[in-house]
């Protein structure tokens, strides 16, 4: 009774917010999935398609087309990232989990390029893989004495995707080590002298103690992990603006292009609703892999 | 009494009008412009007071876009009724702008402005979409074949390549090679669309048909030209390899003496005044070479005028007024394209200074030609690329290339043909 006399009260805090998020959210969403049955180029009116863009899409997708090349490529770069970042941060969580001193140093260090702009961090690597000059390039020459010939990273379309998973795991790195490191404090103590005296090794402790206790945390970050390789654009519009021969175009350069270069609004729109459901699907598949064998110890 | 009041009230309307407050604001975009401010400085101390001045109470309001994102912002500002008045686009723009009533067809006004006959043709089809004109060309860059003097003497030859087997023999000669890394480049040529174009030209191709309506790719004279220009790379292996040594950096590969020759624009001729001024008198310029005929690709940046311009005559009398001769010659000078109109050439200092630009001026008026004009020249551009460096890159074949793509145009012209 008192609840629902406060209720008009808590809608009437809670209005601002809301209304920021129906006017820049829910109306935004809705207008794009009216607009994905349209044809629209943001001067005219928009006109009534039925499916006909959806169509298209799947007609790019069986004709091995653009938007097929960018679904491909954007599993490319989730496959090439959410795996290798999530080892990467694992093993820098346990390493920086250490009592040390000066360690505060160490997790600031790893923690700056999360927060540093992603174009900055682009522009810094295109010159580290330019195939005349760059870091990279002479590194890799010294090192084998000459051997390896320059490579030309964003220009070949082999290895233009390999070299920007290589810098996204290295920008993200700290984001994920970070939330590791959360979930390694938060395991008690107890449980690994426990099992130290019981005889248990650093390897057996990791696998049978940290590794299932950081479960939850390992699914937070898969599932935060997807999202943000479905919608990756910056590093690839500025390093290689989807080059060579598509080689890194992805969903959302895609949407991009077709909606703000093209002017094709409700086709660009069609494959934002077709990256939500791919998005929708790879966290559902996410979530129940990991919810699988979740442990607790008392 | 009555005439005490009336003599009051229209001091004070006149003192209101004269407070400084402009009677009519316009909107200039201007996206071509130099990093060292010369061409801002030029517009906002120079061109632009002097106009203000010519009309009283007109302001100009100038914006300064960059390439990036000047798609993005005339979109987004025709969509919100804030467009500008006058505004300056490329060379593939006029028949999406056109096509979306996004530029003022300007014949009548021309006609009586009369001075068409001035610019170069090459330069004002570009502002042409299906028989009306669109804008006035504000900046032009012909894109021609230069060759170093004495490598190509060396390599035995007394002529600049004229036929494409010439190019490609003089290519081989001038090549030099370390291995597998390529130390001189005997043509300097990137991966572009644009040069796939130039190729397609000389060989009589067309990218689509006179009135758009479908794809003329997949023609043998469009497969044989994407077949040479993959040739060049891999057959013949001329052209730059990655990692080539570069001198001091980044400095470009012809004015690096890395390259014998190379298809460019006039910065070609900049890139080597700037870093290496003693190599120019050895820079020799040329058509590119032909096959069937012969062709130099113009690419030239124009200035369109809003239909929704509240203050069309006054947009014109500024478009106008930035043609005037000295005035276009300036804006060139600032940024070293060529004007496209004759008097401005004539004008132009820089342009009197060195010999090889009035070779590209008269290469220009010679065998110009411009883009041909339709609404989906950034689809097809994207298109073409990826087809293009499919050929080069040996992902596909230069005909799988061009038949694939040549399928995906046809079906994307006539999407609009439908409509």
């Known amino acids: 009774m008192k609840a629902a006399r406060h209720q008009p009260i808590a809608y009437a805090f809670l209005s601002p917010g809301l209304a920021l998020f129906l006017v820049f959210t829910v109306i935004p969403v809705f207008a794009a999935l009216y607009l994905s049955f349209c044809r629209y180029d943001v001067i005219h009116s928009p006109a009534w398609l039925g499916v006909r863009n959806y169509a298209r899409l799947w007609q790019d997708i069986t004709n091995h087309g653009v938007f097929y090349l960018s679904l491909r490529n954007t599993l490319q770069y989730a496959f090439g990232t959410i795996p290798l970042g999530l080892a990467l941060a694992l093993a820098l969580a346990l390493l920086l989990n250490a009592r040390l001193k000066g360690m505060g140093v160490y997790r600031t260090t790893y923690y700056l390029p999360v927060v540093t702009s992603m174009v900055a961090v682009a522009m810094v690597w295109m010159w580290i893989y330019d195939p005349s000059y760059g870091l990279l390039n002479y590194l890799l020459a010294r090192l084998s004495s000459g051997r390896i010939t320059p490579q030309a990273w964003l220009a070949d379309p082999g290895q233009a995707m390999a070299a920007i998973v290589a810098m996204s795991v290295w920008k993200g790195l700290g984001y994920n080590t970070v939330i590791y490191l959360a979930g390694l404090q938060g395991i008690p103590e107890h449980l690994y002298e426990a099992a130290t005296i019981d005889g248990a090794n650093a390897w057996q402790r990791f696998r049978r103690i940290t590794w299932p206790l950081l479960k939850p945390t390992t699914a937070f970050i898969l599932v935060v992990s997807v999202i943000g390789a479905s919608q990756v654009f910056a590093q690839v519009y500025v390093m290689t603006n989807g080059g060579p021969n598509n080689a890194t175009t992805t969903i959302v350069h895609q949407i991009f292009q077709n909606a703000f270069s093209y002017l094709k609004m409700g086709y660009a729109s069609a494959m934002a609703f077709v990256l939500f459901a791919l998005i929708f699907l790879l966290s559902l598949i996410t979530l129940r892999l990991t919810r699988a064998g979740q442990v607790e110890y008392a | ?419």
């Open chain 2, 1 to 419: 009494m009555m005439g005490r009041l009336l003599l009051l009230l229209g001091c004070a309307l006149l003192l209101g009008c004269g407070g400084g407050e402009p009677t009519a604001e316009l909107e200039l975009w201007i996206t071509d412009f130099s990093s060292d401010n010369s061409t801002r400085v030029l517009l906002d101390k120079q061109l632009l007071p002097r106009f203000e001045a010519a009309h009283p109470g007109v302001k100009v309001n100038t914006q300064y876009i960059s390439w990036a994102y000047i798609d993005q912002k005339l979109a987004i500002s025709f969509a919100g009724g804030v467009q500008p008045d006058v505004f300056q686009v490329g060379a593939e723009y006029v028949g999406g702008l056109a096509y979306r009533g996004m530029a003022q067809p300007l014949d009548d006004r021309i006609a009586e402005w009369g001075q068409q006959s001035d610019f170069f043709p090459a330069s004002w089809n570009t502002c042409v979409y299906q028989g009306k004109t669109y804008g006035l060309p504000y900046l032009s860059a012909p894109r021609v074949l230069l060759y170093r003097r004495d490598l190509l003497q060396r390599a035995g030859y007394a002529h600049p390549p004229d036929t494409w087997e010439e190019l490609a023999d003089a290519a081989q000669r001038m090549t030099v090679r370390d291995g597998t890394v390529t130390t001189l480049a005997g043509i300097n040529l990137p991966v572009s669309w644009q040069v796939f174009v130039e190729f397609l030209w000389e060989n009589g191709g067309q990218i689509f048909n006179e009135d758009g309506t479908r794809s003329r790719l997949d023609s043998p004279e469009a497969i044989e030209a994407l077949q040479f220009y993959s040739d060049l790379y891999n057959q013949y292996q001329v052209c730059p390899t990655a990692g080539m040594p570069t001198i001091g950096g980044s400095i470009p590969v012809f004015a690096s003496q890395k390259a014998a020759m190379e298809f460019n624009n006039q910065f070609g001729i900049r890139n080597v005044q700037k870093y290496a001024p003693a190599l120019l008198p050895k820079v020799g310029l040329a058509p590119t070479p032909r096959r069937k005929q012969r062709v130099v690709s113009v690419y030239t940046d124009w200035l369109a005028m809003s239909p929704q311009s509240k203050h069309q005559d006054l947009a014109w009398e500024l478009m106008t007024f930035l043609m005037e001769p000295d005035n276009l010659a300036a804006y060139n000078a600032t940024l070293f394209f060529i004007p496209p109109r004759r008097s401005a050439v004539k004008a132009a200092k820089f342009m009197q200074e060195t010999s090889q630009l009035q070779e590209f001026v008269s290469l220009m008026d010679q065998y110009g030609r411009s883009l041909p004009a339709i609404p989906e020249w950034f689809e097809i551009r994207t298109g073409l690329q990826s087809a293009v460096s499919a050929a080069i890159y040996q992902t596909k074949t230069p005909e799988q290339a061009l038949r694939d793509y040549s399928r995906e145009l046809d079906e994307l012209l006539a999407e609009r043909v439908k409509q």
